[in-house]
């Protein structure tokens, strides 16, 4: 329908108005970060009219023009530019109608109200100004438009708009708007990248090294270990990843780096209005790794020896950036010599330790179609490794997991991944997950459930008075709360195990045990060997002092009694155990004053009841000889209750003084 707009738009996708840059230079080096993020480095061609012409895909824009740079010791950068984030719109600001006027005949001829148009649809043709477009219905219940024009002679004439309609704009300006309009719709139905010009001044050369970041799929590394009879495993690292940056790579370097950067993103290549109640929004990533973080007590073995190394060889330290050359990997094992599940590798990359991370230069060049996955190996060496069976403590299960516990002697840190575990004589046991391995540290690797072994718990709390103070009647103690855990290990029947328990960290507890064997950032370790078919019992004691003050005239004599009880001054706990004393016989005579004090309140409620009543009966009168008879009696009452109370009182003031005094002589 509506052939004419239909092939204007044709016409502008096929031949666009801008034609885009399409040659970028070689990529030489990319340099993929556990981040998620690619630093490209390639050799960008510089043009007769010193400009550098990158055509980036649309997504990356912001990335660049955040993060671009030369990589010359002669050219420096004068500015970008670039098409805007919205051409298409930008275009059809200075346009009297809209992209959505464009899609059909009846909406162009809507937005073209009070232009003159000659319009042909069934063979008949009006010509005239529009004076608007309503939707009709045929005899048949099918929907059309129906167009009014008004001519040249002032006649209204109208014409039905049907699937042959055909537009012709009369005014040669307006027509050449609409052509503009087609045209911008054209080049945005192909708008998926941008040609960034860089002015480039002072190069000596025609192509320049041209560095920038923009996101990339995070590498990961795949761990296989085969457990050796000798403590050693054979330990290989590969590293996975994928080209997703919308070309091929031919002949690239490849530097893998495990840093984990913060890693913002700016909407740079936006269009933005000033509103002052608009507050920009960051967003930052940090994974934390829910897996063994390791033993705290290797950080000082560890400093030891790279203060050691330090003293050897200080010109080390000034050459962070030089690459050094990984250890050579162990031979590959003899034909039934045992399991063979890591083959050797031929080369290996060039690992570096920097401060914060560990880079892996890949050997040799690569090419890499865009979309598909490359895996590489970057490290192999024998390292020490032990299998342990490892619980921790409140586990559900009764059963520790089998681990492996790792020591890194590669000389470089490596990064968290995925572990497949075998065993050099019985083949693959399980999989396992490491978190980032420093240099000289070491991790356990958990990996099944050994259900060989049993561990129970057993937990018994003691409080403990370590000391006494009394100063102006206020009792400062001193008590140590002990709790004393017993982890029972029956061992498997068939084989001696090495069992390590993960012992709770308390804040503010102090923490001990003969089979200590370093912590975890929330764990404390217990370590023992466990014979075949034996028990072993490994004995955990965190202990903390409480200090807490009491008013000792208000404090219960049961209390009084149990500090005496514990305390370690024999003068203290007798002092006590008197004043125990008298608080019990002063709470009794405050009860037993309480108590009269109620009796008494009753009884005067009562004779007000009597005397309301007496009043409201005839004098002489059987019923009031009564009332004046219980009237009496009430009264006798209260004169005993009044005499008793008195007694009471004077009791209460002596013992309160009596307290007082027994707080004046500790």
Do not use: C
């Not at 080209?243 to 933005?272: C, M």
């Amino acid at each position: 329908m509506f052939n004419r707009i239909v092939a204007s738009l044709f016409v502008a996708a096929v031949f666009p108005a801008a034609a885009l840059a399409s040659e970028n230079g070689p990529i030489r080096e990319i340099r993929l970060s556990s981040g998620g993020l690619a630093e490209i480095l390639r050799a960008a061609p510089v043009g007769k009219d010193e400009v550098v012409r990158l055509e980036v895909p649309l997504e990356q824009v912001d990335d660049i023009l955040k993060s671009v740079v030369l990589n010359s010791a002669t050219a420096t950068v004068a500015g970008f530019s670039l098409v805007g984030p919205s051409p298409r719109e930008e275009s059809f600001k200075g346009l009297p109608f809209t992209v959505e006027s464009l899609a059909s005949v009846p909406l162009l001829l809507k937005a073209l109200q009070g232009t003159s148009v000659t319009v042909t649809s069934n063979g008949k043709t009006v010509q005239g100004k529009v004076l608007g477009v309503e939707p009709r219905k045929g005899a048949d219940g099918a929907q059309y438009f129906l167009l009014s024009v008004l001519t040249s002679d002032g006649v209204v004439a109208t014409l039905a708009l049907a699937q042959d309609a055909s537009v012709v704009v009369d005014d040669a300006e307006l027509r050449g708007k609409l052509v503009e309009a087609t045209e911008a719709i054209g080049r945005a139905s192909n708008d998926r990248s941008r040609v960034i010009n860089i002015n480039v001044k002072g190069t000596t050369s025609g192509a320049v090294d041209v560095s920038y970041v923009v996101a990339a799929p995070i590498w990961k590394t795949a761990y296989k270990v085969v457990v050796q009879d000798n403590g050693k495993a054979r330990l290989q690292a590969w590293a996975v990843l994928e080209n997703a940056s919308g070309e091929d790579w031919k002949g690239v370097k490849i530097v893998l780096t495990s840093a984990d950067p913060v890693t913002l993103r700016q909407r740079l290549h936006q269009l933005y209005w000033r509103d002052r109640h608009e507050v920009p929004v960051n967003t930052a990533s940090t994974n934390v790794p829910e897996v063994d973080t390791g033993n705290l007590a290797n950080r000082a073995k560890a400093q030891r020896s790279a203060m050691a190394a330090r003293a050897r060889s200080q010109s080390m330290a000034d050459s962070t950036m030089e690459f050094a050359a990984a250890p050579p990997p162990p031979a590959a094992p003899e034909p039934g010599s045992g399991y063979g599940g890591a083959a050797p590798m031929q080369d290996s990359a060039v690992a570096n330790e920097n401060d914060i991370s560990a880079t892996f230069a890949l050997p040799g060049v690569y090419d890499l179609a865009n979309g598909d996955t490359l895996s590489v190996p970057i490290a192999d060496a024998e390292v020490p490794a032990t299998m342990v069976s490892l619980y921790r403590a409140s586990a559900r299960s009764p059963h520790p997991v089998a681990a492996l516990m790792l020591s890194n002697t590669t000389s470089v840190s490596l990064p968290a991944g995925i572990l497949t575990i075998y065993d050099a004589t019985s083949g693959y046991v399980g999989d396992a997950q490491l978190a980032g391995l420093p240099n000289e540290d070491t991790r356990l690797a958990s990996f099944a459930t050994d259900r060989k072994v049993t561990i129970t718990e057993d937990r018994k709390p003691t409080e403990a008075l370590m000391q006494a103070k009394v100063v102006d009647g206020m009792l400062s103690l001193t008590q140590k709360t002990r709790i004393v855990t017993r982890y029972t290990v029956t061992g498997a029947l068939d084989g001696a195990r090495t069992v390590v328990i993960e012992h709770p960290v308390r804040s503010g507890w102090t923490f001990s045990s003969e089979q200590s064997d370093g912590k975890t950032a929330s764990h404390y370790r217990l370590k023992a060997s466990v014979p075949a078919g034996q028990e072993k019992t490994l004995e955990a004691v965190d202990e903390q002092l409480q200090r807490q003050v009491y008013a000792l005239t208000d404090t219960e004599p049961d209390m009084l009694l149990s500090w005496s009880a514990s305390s370690p001054d024999p003068a203290l706990a007798a002092k006590l155990v008197e004043l125990a004393d008298t608080r019990k016989k002063q709470i009794a005579v405050q009860t037993e004053l309480q108590h009269l004090e109620q009796t008494h309140e009753r009884l005067v409620n009562e004779q007000d009841r009597i005397r309301k009543n007496l009043s409201a009966v005839a004098a002489n009168s059987d019923l009031s000889t009564r009332y004046l008879k219980q009237l009496e009696g009430s009264e006798n009452k209260i004169r005993s209750l009044d005499a008793k109370r008195g007694q009471l009182q004077d009791d209460a003031q002596s013992l309160e003084g009596r307290v007082k005094q027994i707080l004046r002589t500790f």
